[in-house]
């Protein structure tokens, strides 16, 4: 029996007997690198992944301001995760990190801070746009979106006008 087949009949074994599942992939998850995502005020962000916090945290802040040569502050705010989700939101001037075990459960903390947000700034606050999603394995999945966050506060300023 395979290691995979005899997981899975000892958590079916486990969920018929009402316990959870998740002790069974613990040592995974604890094995798992930690993955750093890192914006700055302006929206520049930067991600890596590495066996150590300290390490994935400098190299998340190296990348940042290496692709973005005016970028300052790139370590100002940051999220870690070891085996996780990590998404980096744009809102107007306002920047929205998570991270979170599952895409699921990061798009719903994002989508929570963001409606704290709009009741802190009711009628202010830009559309939300994706910048960065960091799969657990530290792989950049969603592109840099910096020139459709740049259309989107454009066409804002002339709807203004």
Known sequence: MNRHLLRSAVCL?????GAPC???TQAEFET???TVLTMAPN??????TADSVGAAIAA?????NGRHQRAIGCGAAYTTIRGGWSLGLRCGEENILVAEKTLIEAEQAA????LVLRRLYPS????????????PSG????PYAADLVRLVVHRQEEAAR
Do not use: K, N, Q, Y
């Open 124 to 135: 202010g606050m830009a559309p939300c746009v994706r910048m960065v999603s960091v799969d």
């Open 43 to 48: 929206g520049a962000w930067g991600a890596a």
């Open 32 to 34: 798992a690198p930690t």
């Open 139 to 142: 792989a950049i999945v969603a």
């Open 13 to 17: 074994l486990v969920l018929t007997l």
């Open 60 to 64: 998340a802040i190296a990348r940042c």
């Open 111 to 114: 989508i929570d801070r963001e």
């Open 22 to 24: 998740s002790a069974f």
